[in-house]
């Protein structure tokens, strides 16, 4: 029977991902034991280093590798979610991590907080529609508009009895509406 | 369990690469450093009368289940629990695999249904804890720490 080395720089090499259906994994793996074995090993040496570098592997099959990268996955799609549409999770127990509310297969565009993205970009939109057309909404509901002002300028300016300064008074409103 | 006397077993080799073994039963109660202390001796007084050399010393402390016990259960021995533990040197392991291990044990959903053992089993937990805290080790003499792994192999 051959016997095999195993070089000491072996965990530097790159990883490669491997599906395996879960059914063939208690056949596939058991064979490694013959690995495990000091008679696999060409001498003492690269038996520890075989044995241990084996049992890594097998350890890594079903536990920890891929578990480790779901629950990474998980906590990135929370962190977006949070800094997007202002969904608040809660963390109700560690070990095993469990985090409430489940994430979804899908969702829409509604936000639940204005802090988030979508709620800032929502209040600088009617901000500005508030201000420049006088659009009425839930955040803000200022009047006159920008538009109204200019329009009263315009129409002081066409009739005969201009009053400077209450025009001026306007365009100063103007210039503080647009910031 | 019932204990059996103490065996020493010499395996010898000879030019031509044959094994071959001798074995001497000790007395009853014989401890472990006095069977060591009596091996060194022995082997030192029959190892001249072989032409063939000793490449290893064992000995051996049985003990057996009295009256003998029938087996029960549907599992077969190949169908091994297998636990992989972290030991104390960095980057080291350790296997223990129960033999017929037995499927109540296994967990049912989840993507390591039928394979993966389920660690929340008091049961398990307790036989990992004994584990942990006994002086159990790997094939190199590195401590039992913790537990990496566990999951059903056909060994």
């Known amino acids: ?179 | 369990m019932l204990a059996e006397l103490p065996i020493l077993i010499l395996d010898f080799i000879d030019a031509s690469g044959s094994l071959g073994s001798m074995q001497i039963r000790m007395k009853s109660g014989t401890t472990a450093a006095a069977a060591q202390a009596a091996a060194a001796v022995l082997r030192a007084h029959l190892a001249p009368l072989s032409g063939a050399v000793i490449v290893q010393e064992s000995i051996r402390f049985s003990f057996v289940a009295s009256p003998n016990p029938t087996p029960s259960g549907a599992t077969l021995m190949p169908h091994m629990g297998a636990f992989i533990f972290n030991c104390a040197d960095a980057d080291t392991y350790a296997m223990l695999a129960i033999p017929a291990f037995k499927s109540e044990y296994v967990e049912t959903t989840g993507a390591g249904a039928g394979v993966l053992i389920d660690q929340t089993n008091s049961d398990v937990s307790n036989a990992i804890t004994t584990i942990i805290d006994s002086i159990a080790c790997n094939p190199f003499g590195s401590d039992i720490v913790s537990i990496a792994a566990t999951y059903l192999q056909w060994r």
């Not at chain 1, 890594?56 to 990268?69: G, I, K, T």
Request: a negative charge; hydrophobic letters at 40%; one cysteine or more.
């Open chain 1, 1 to 179: 029977m051959s016997r095999y080395t195993l070089p000491s720089d072996w965990a530097d090499s790159p990883c490669y991902v491997v599906s395996i259906h879960s059914a063939l994994i208690p056949i596939i793996i058991g064979q490694l034991r013959l690995l495990e074995a000091r008679g696999s090993w060409i001498d003492q040496t690269n038996y520890q280093r075989g044995y241990n570098a084996v049992l890594e592997f097998e350890a890594c099959v079903m536990a920890a590798c891929l578990n480790d990268m779901l629950d990474i996955q998980r906590a990135t799609y929370r962190m977006l979610d949070t800094a997007i549409y202002g969904t608040a999770y809660t963390i109700e127990s560690t070990d095993p991590l469990v985090v409430s509310p489940e994430i979804p297969a899908a969702r829409d565009l509604a936000f639940s907080d204005q802090d988030s993205v979508l709620g800032r970009l929502d209040r600088v939109n009617k901000l500005v529609d508030n201000s420049v057309n006088g659009t009425s909404n839930d955040l803000y509901s200022a009047s006159p508009s920008v538009k109204d002002l200019l329009q009263s300028i315009i129409d002081a300016m066409s009739s005969e009895t201009t009053d400077l300064d209450s025009i001026l008074s306007q365009l100063e409103t103007v210039v503080l509406l647009l910031g």
